[in-house]
């Protein structure tokens, strides 16, 4: 059983536009939804996290949209730009344990 | 500063050899974390620990142990390696909960791996 459900798998946006990339999660026990954000060769690393007492995050030009309700959270990345060409991963966990589940990944291209 | 290191970089094995990847951490955090990531199937949670002394399974255990040496070190084996083990695996560790609040999680570099 997925419990972190990831979509699209790839996208490719024009530079300058929104790069829109979707989760949707089963346990309503998660707390925390934070996105990785990988280059080729390299570790994840945290872009962004939300947890589900607020609707959105914004930092930068990367916010993070959560719907409670719905069990489903998106990242958005504002005038996308092609150093953001990243493999990107949402992520769900609780406090109650220290597991942390991936999504699938998406493999973002930003065209110049 | 370090961070996550993780040793080898690379390694080929043949079928049935056993072999492990060790990791060490230096920022004190109480998480550690083994993933393997395969093509379209992302970052899959093999093993975690949330303290010295404890492990626990993830969602694809099977085929692998692990050992928490200490507060730095947490360690993953392959005690007969398959060609389906051809992966590149992460470590990685965070805060911790305890009672806190989730935090970041640090990845290392990650290990290739073939299996043959």
């Known amino acids: 059983q997925q419990q972190v459900k990831q979509s699209p798998q790839s996208l490719i946006v024009q530079k300058g536009g929104i790069s829109i990339i979707n989760c949707a999660y089963e346990n309503t026990a998660f707390d925390y939804f934070p996105w990785y954000q990988q280059f080729p060769g390299k570790g994840p690393a945290l872009l962004i996290a939300?947890?589900?007492?607020?609707s959105e995050k914004k930092e930068g030009r990367f916010t993070i949209s959560f719907n409670k309700s719905a069990k489903q959270f998106s990242l958005h990345i504002m005038d996308s730009q092609p150093g953001d060409s990243a493999t990107y991963f949402c992520?769900?966990?609780?406090?109650?344990?220290?597991?942390?589940?991936f999504g699938k990944g998406t493999r973002l291209h930003i065209l110049p | 500063n370090a961070g996550v290191t993780q040793t080898p970089k690379f390694q080929v094995l043949k079928t049935g050899q056993s072999m492990t990847l060790q990791c060490a951490q230096d920022?004190?955090?109480?998480?550690m974390y083994w993933y393997r990531q395969d093509p379209g199937m992302g970052l899959r949670l093999i093993y975690y620990s949330a303290s010295e002394g404890t492990t626990d399974k993830g969602e694809v255990p099977n085929g692998y142990n692990v050992s928490r040496l200490n507060k730095r070190e947490f360690s993953l084996r392959l005690e007969s390696a398959a060609p389906s083990q051809t992966s590149v695996y992460f470590c990685?560790?965070?805060?911790?909960?305890?009672?806190?609040?989730?935090?970041?999680?640090?990845f290392g570099q990650g290990t290739r791996l073939t299996v043959v």
């Open positions: 992520a769900a966990s609780m406090d109650r344990d220290d597991k942390i589940i």
């Open positions: 920022m004190n955090h109480n998480s």
């Open positions: 939300i947890r589900p007492d607020v």
């Open positions: 990685a560790s965070s805060e911790g909960v305890g009672g806190a609040k989730n935090t970041e999680a640090f």
